[in-house]
């Protein structure tokens, strides 16, 4: 059974850091890539970052460039997003998602997902 488990939201300042892990299991993580993907409150799916299998090529919207970093430990079996210089519009619950095929940023093209981490940017 697939199962993705995240962790690590929280409270934060803006201008403030947070790091996000996700914890998979029953599959071969290493094959796939990943992606985070947030929700802000009231509005749709909003894909974040993905990172190949190897995790040597990763990508990243616009919106996000230059703050947040993913990585991932195929060791470990753990996907993370390091997210710098937080902003209130950042807030939101994220996910990691599985993917499958096709494009990374349409969040159609992901099979698994976990059940979020709420991130919440305010003074």
């Known amino acids: 059974e697939v199962q993705l488990v995240e962790s690590g939201g929280g409270l934060v300042q803006p201008g403030g850091s947070l790091r996000l892990s996700c914890a998979a299991s029953?599959?071969?993580?290493?094959?796939?890539?990943m992606s985070w993907v947030r929700q802000a409150p009231g509005k749709g799916f909003e894909w974040v970052s993905a990172?190949?299998?190897?995790?040597?090529?990763?990508s990243y919207a616009d919106s996000v460039k230059g703050r947040f970093t993913i990585s991932r430990d195929n060791g470990k079996n753990t996907l993370y997003l390091q997210m710098n210089s937080l902003k209130p519009e950042d807030t939101a619950v994220y996910y990691c998602a599985k993917y499958y095929g096709g494009n990374y940023y349409n969040t159609e093209n992901y099979d698994y997902w976990g059940q979020g981490t709420q991130v919440t940017v305010s003074s």
């Open positions: 029953g599959f071969t993580f290493s094959s796939y890539a």
């Open positions: 990172i190949n299998g190897g995790g040597v090529s990763a």
